[in-house]
């Protein structure tokens, strides 16, 4: 496989449900991420992993739990959410070196809370 | 606060010219990015400008103007492919993407 894969693609779940999205990169980056996107909203940045360590958490609700267990997985664990947490969840990788950050992203896990 | 501005929609004709352009007022500047996103895919990487002035790229290029706060995306000889959404993100001056809202291109045609 090549690039960054996101699994699921598509999940429903309940208010009261637990679940876990899935990235992976396979591009030997340093760097990982997870946005939220929703309609005509811009991306808006969750969560940093750099070498493994969390380096950004921008306020997110403790509802979401992220997990990077190593530079090429990355969790987000869901937990009693909330039908206002309905969006796509991209993930992302890039290589921080100094030069251009380009992200390079996942298709999306696109989630919905009933 | 920080803000990028971008056209919501925009529709052009096959075979066309269109520019989407992207204002911005952010801290400090390290660096504007545009990504091209198909509806239900990943977005993807298009250009990246530091420096003021245009980037070619075959038929997609990139304008910067520092000092106005302004970049354009220009697409050329448009194809019904080119139908996406576009994204604007500005890198501040503390490496923090601050992304714009995209602007969702209808080609006709």
């Known amino acids: 496989e090549t690039g960054v894969t996101q699994t699921p693609r598509h999940l429903v779940m309940g208010m009261t449900n637990k679940k876990s999205l899935k990235c992976e990169q396979h591009l030997g980056h340093n760097a990982m991420y997870w946005y939220k996107q929703s309609a005509k909203k811009p991306l808006e940045l969750m969560f940093v992993?750099?070498?493994?360590?969390?380096?950004e958490n921008n306020s997110v609700p403790s509802r979401f739990s992220p997990e990077c267990p190593n530079s090429s997985h990355l969790f987000l664990h869901l937990h009693t959410l909330q039908p206002e947490d309905s969006a796509l969840y991209l993930c992302?990788?890039?290589?921080?070196?100094?030069?251009?950050?380009?992200?390079?992203f996942g298709a999306g896990s696109r989630l919905t809370v009933l | 606060g920080q803000n990028i501005d971008q056209p919501t929609e925009m529709t052009a004709t096959e075979g066309a010219i269109v520019q989407i352009n992207c204002t911005y007022q952010t801290s400090g500047f390290n660096g504007l990015f545009w990504y091209q996103q198909h509806a239900g895919e990943a977005p993807t990487f298009l250009s990246y400008n530091v420096l003021d002035g245009l980037e070619e790229k075959g038929r997609f290029s990139s304008f910067l103007s520092r000092s106005k706060g302004y970049s354009y995306l220009l697409l050329k000889e448009l194809q019904m492919k080119d139908s996406a959404s576009y994204l604007c993100?500005?890198?501040?001056?503390?490496?923090?993407?601050?992304w714009g809202a995209g602007t969702k291109l209808i080609i006709k045609p």
């Open positions: 993100a500005v890198e501040d001056s503390n490496y923090q993407l601050i």
């Open positions: 992993y750099n070498f493994k360590e969390q380096t």
């Open positions: 992302a990788s890039s290589q921080e070196d100094g030069g251009a950050n380009v992200l390079t």
